[in-house]
């Protein structure tokens, strides 16, 4: 079944460490997104791309740092810049003009 | 940039009763897209609307479009316990970019 993998499920990060988040999709599509979400609130977007080697910032890039140097996967990396990183992330992709399918999500806790 | 705001915040039904949560902008929306996430899950995709006045039915959840194309709703007829999770409308910007507004929160007590 075509979709979309996040790994891991949960993660941890010291104080000061880089962690990256795992995005991997199997729809062919061309779109990939990461979001940001706080407990309670809406969606933020972070970085998004829109075909193979390019990216663009997001309304929140800051800290956050990602590569797209295949179609199928779109990760993500929490820096030690990132000074308040506990949140849900989630990923999604899109065809053109159709809706996203986001993955299940990475939650990371700051320990 | 643009942003769609949706009210309300939270609301809590008992089973049976109807909901409706409203997504406005201040300016023309391209078209609008809908999403249900339930507790501890993800965004789930569950339709989109682009003709002015646009109204789509899934089984009980009636979804509008507005006439201007400055703002949408979503109302389920006989809430169902299977009905919790935060509903977010979504603005489609250019480049099948999307802002979500900040979700509606639907709580059904049995």
């Not at chain 2, 929306?29 to 999403?35: K, P």
């Amino acid at each position: 079944d075509g979709g979309i993998t996040q790994s891991p499920k949960y993660l941890f990060r010291k104080e000061g460490q880089n962690v990256t988040l795992s995005c991997e999709q199997n729809l062919n599509h061309d779109a990939m997104y990461w979001y940001r979400q706080d407990p309670g609130q809406g969606l933020r977007l972070i970085y998004y791309s829109q075909i193979v080697n390019d990216f663009q910032k997001g309304d929140i890039a800051e800290g956050y740092s990602v590569s797209r140097e295949k179609k199928e996967s779109f990760p993500l990396t929490v820096t030690s810049a990132q000074k308040n990183p506990t949140a849900f992330y989630l990923c999604a992709s899109s065809g053109a003009g159709f809706g996203y399918t986001f993955g299940s999500g990475t939650r990371l806790t700051v320990v | 940039g643009q942003q769609v705001m949706q009210i309300p915040q939270y609301q809590h039904v008992q089973e049976g009763e109807d909901f409706t949560t409203y997504c406005n902008s201040s300016t023309t929306l391209s078209n609008i897209q809908w999403y249900k996430q339930r507790p501890g899950g993800h965004p789930v995709f569950l339709i989109q609307l682009v003709k002015s006045g646009e109204v789509k039915k899934q089984k009980r959840l009636t979804f509008q479009f507005g006439e201007a194309k400055k703002n949408s709703s979503l109302h389920i007829t006989a809430t169902q316990t299977t009905d919790v999770g935060t509903y977010f409308c979504a603005q489609n910007n250019a480049g099948n970019m999307l802002t979500f507004g900040g979700g509606t929160r639907l709580m059904v007590k049995p």
